[in-house]
């Protein structure tokens, strides 16, 4: 029995006439949709039952078997039969068996349909071989009248003159698109006359047929450089992928390598990550678009060549990830192009490369109370109050400005012209001779030759100098933002620089541990660079939390005091090493000739001069007491090579001009006005100030 899920009915039609010779000379022939047990399943897609739409798909040719243009009972009952179990084998209530019942007595079989015999009235449609086709009338969203599963061996449908949307379903591709066909017309239905969508974008269309999609992915990847490297890390990806209705969902493994390496170390890191990754897709025309996110976890990999003993190291970082993608359908049994970008957010403690400009800048924070300390002010490159616990707090009150003077007229005309001529003559001739002799040029970094045009550079420090160094800045950097003579000072900005100095140094005394064997830091000098990280991380602790007294600020600075003039005097022995080294090296370079007319630029901060590192050992080197400077200058607050060269250029023509104007070349060495308001002040009178 049918068990009628929605109301269905039929109308009366015209009479017709069958020939004699149609039928047996009498019998009886029952059909029925299921068995006696079963229910007639309906279709919503199809708008009838699966028995009646392929029952009726049958009668149109598709039940033809044996190609006479005619569709006998037991031909249209097959058909049916297999189309219904095909088609309800997947539905939820299972799979349903059509019945038949035959009684005839006489000569040859019952036919039902002569499609051929009103192929002038209708439409004969022809369909490719492997695909089941399904014929929906006008549209898409239209009636489904007509069925051709892939195992039919008649592939010709008689149909109604019109326009039918087709759909063509393969193994792992779908075809689809509109046709229309006129009477008397026999028309090939190609594949290529179709729109081609691939098994995922079938999933994401919904079709009840496809469940879900899956495939087998490889391909490159280049990422950024990992924190604890200075090159893209580059490699492979495999992905296995599964789409369905509403969502896709990938599980990758990609393999990358990088490194970095500098005079003391060379690093290969590895970086293996499994992930999961859940996204959403868009399709338009060939072009699918999905947005997802993932989640997994990195195995870094890191192995080093040092001098010294390095331990290779394994660490484990979970990450969280935001992903874009492009898949390109190419057309070719499935085969598809995939460009991801995505970003990852790594939880792991991550011991950064140390760059040597990084590790040589002072850290910065924002000015709200700013306080210096004197020692070690060239190494550190902090300014320097006059007392160590000196302080500037921005807004305090100024002194009102002087009265104002009326200012000088400026220069014009012919005077104006032959000033400037002077300046641009003087450039020009400077310019001449700093290149007549060699030149050593003592930079903040490096040692740099000048000698016939070509340029040799040379280290100044090693590595380890530059890390001890590092440590050095920490303790100094907090007594400028906890300045003892305002020690209750709480803001935000305060607050922020504390955090983000906590941060540097939770993360320093790290990487700290990793450099020591490969720099072969021990000894004394290891346990003072770990007693200035560790003092600083607990009064830090303790400022995070809220303020701490001036006395403690005080205690803390005295206490560091020694432990930072110790790490001074190691660091001031390695970069006196490292120069004696690198000058000796220059001098192979020169002749005889050439060493005796050497100048010798030392640049740095106006506060060290005299005392700076470089000056005493190339007086020592020179044999030129302090205050000579015949051969040797120090180049004030320049810290730039042109600039220092410029300075070399400009003692030369000074002499000249001096020796041949006043019979002494260091005349202008001085100020050119000094002499002359040194005997001016001598008989002046001021009231003090």
Not at 176 to 196: D, F, M, P, Q
Not at 202 to 224: D, F, P, Y
Not at 592 to 610: K, S, W
Request: charged share 20%; hydrophobic share 45%.
């Amino acid at each position: 029995m049918w068990r009628l899920r929605v109301f269905q009915g039929g109308k009366v039609g015209p009479r017709f006439e069958l020939p004699p010779e149609t039928l047996p000379e009498e019998g009886l022939a029952f059909l029925t949709a299921s068995a006696a047990h079963e229910d007639a399943q309906e279709s919503d897609e199809l708008r009838s039952s699966f028995f009646t739409h392929a029952f009726v798909s049958g009668l149109l040719g598709a039940a033809d078997r044996d190609g006479n243009g005619e569709v006998a009972i037991d031909e249209a009952y097959r058909y049916a039969y297999e189309g219904t179990i095909r088609a309800t084998s997947r539905t939820f209530h299972g799979t349903q068996h059509p019945a038949f019942r035959y009684d005839f007595r006489g000569q040859g079989s019952v036919v039902l349909t002569r499609p051929e015999a009103y192929v002038l009235a209708r439409a004969t449609l022809r369909f490719a071989e492997g695909f089941d086709f399904l014929l929906m009338r006008d549209a898409a969203d239209g009636p489904v009248v007509a069925e051709l599963g892939a195992s039919a061996v008649q592939r010709a449908l008689s149909m109604r003159p019109g326009r039918y949307f087709v759909r063509a379903r393969g193994p792992d591709v779908m075809y689809e698109g509109s046709l229309s066909a006129g009477a008397g017309a026999v028309r090939r239905v190609e594949l290529s006359e179709l729109t081609r969508i691939e098994y995922a974008r079938l999933v994401r269309k919904g079709h009840a047929a496809v469940a879900h999609s899956h495939a087998i992915e490889l391909g490159g990847q280049l990422r950024t450089a990992l924190p604890n490297a200075e090159t893209p890390c580059a490699g492979a990806v495999a992905a296995y992928g599964i789409d369905f209705a509403s969502f896709g969902a990938r599980a990758r493994f990609g393999a990358c390598h990088s490194g970095f390496d500098n005079a003391a170390v060379d690093a290969a890191i590895n970086a293996y990550d499994p992930d999961l990754r859940i996204s959403h897709s868009w399709d338009a025309a060939a072009l699918a678009v999905e947005l997802g996110v993932g989640a997994g976890l990195t195995l870094f990999s890191q192995t080093f060549e040092a001098r010294g003993r390095a331990p290779d190291r394994l660490t484990l970082a979970p990450f969280l990830s935001i992903a874009a993608a492009a898949v390109l359908d190419l057309g070719w049994h499935g085969a598809y192009l995939r460009l991801d970008l995505g970003g990852d957010a790594f939880h792991a403690s991550a011991r950064e490369r140390v760059e040597p400009s990084r590790a040589r800048r002072p850290l910065r924070a924002t000015p709200h109370a700013r306080c210096g300390s004197a020692l070690l002010n060239r190494w550190l490159g902090l300014p320097a109050p006059r007392r160590a616990t000196a302080c500037y707090t921005p807004g305090m009150t100024q002194a009102s400005d002087p009265p104002s003077l009326d200012a000088s007229p400026p220069l014009e005309g012919a005077l104006e012209a032959v000033d400037q001529a002077f300046h641009e003559l003087y450039g020009d001739a400077r310019a001449e001779i700093k290149h007549e002799t060699p030149v050593l040029v003592l930079l903040t970094e490096e040692l740099v030759l000048y000698r016939g045009g070509t340029r040799s550079a040379f280290p100044t420090a090693p590595k380890l100098f530059h890390v001890l160094k590092a440590v050095a800045h920490i303790p100094v950097a907090m007594f400028t933002v906890l300045c003892p003579n305002d020690p209750h000072v709480s803001t935000a900005t305060q607050r922020s620089q504390l955090e983000r100095l906590h941060a540097l140094t939770v993360s320093s005394r790290a990487q700290l541990e990793a450099l020591r064997e490969p720099l072969g830091l021990h000894g004394a000098a290891l346990s003072d660079a770990e007693l200035s990280v560790q003092t600083s991380l607990e009064l830090l602790n303790d400022a995070v939390r809220g303020d701490v007294p001036a006395a403690r600020i005080e205690g803390f600075a005295q206490r560091l005091g020694p432990v930072l003039l110790r790490l001074t005097h190691v660091a001031t022995r390695m970069q006196l090493e490292t120069l004696h080294a690198s000058v000796e090296r220059a001098l192979g370079l020169l002749s005889d000739a050439e060493r005796g007319a050497l100048q010798v630029v030392v640049t740095g901060d106006h506060q060290a001069r005299n005392l700076s590192l470089g000056m005493q050992y190339f007086r020592a080197r020179m044999r030129e007491p302090e205050g000579t400077e015949e051969r040797l200058a120090y180049a004030e607050g320049v810290s730039d090579e042109q600039a220092a060269l410029q300075l070399v250029g400009t003692r030369r023509l000074d002499h000249s001009i001096a020796q041949a104007f006043f019979g002494d070349r260091k005349r202008l060495q001085r100020d050119v006005l000094g002499d002359s308001a040194a005997a001016l002040l001598r008989d002046a009178s001021f009231e003090p100030i």
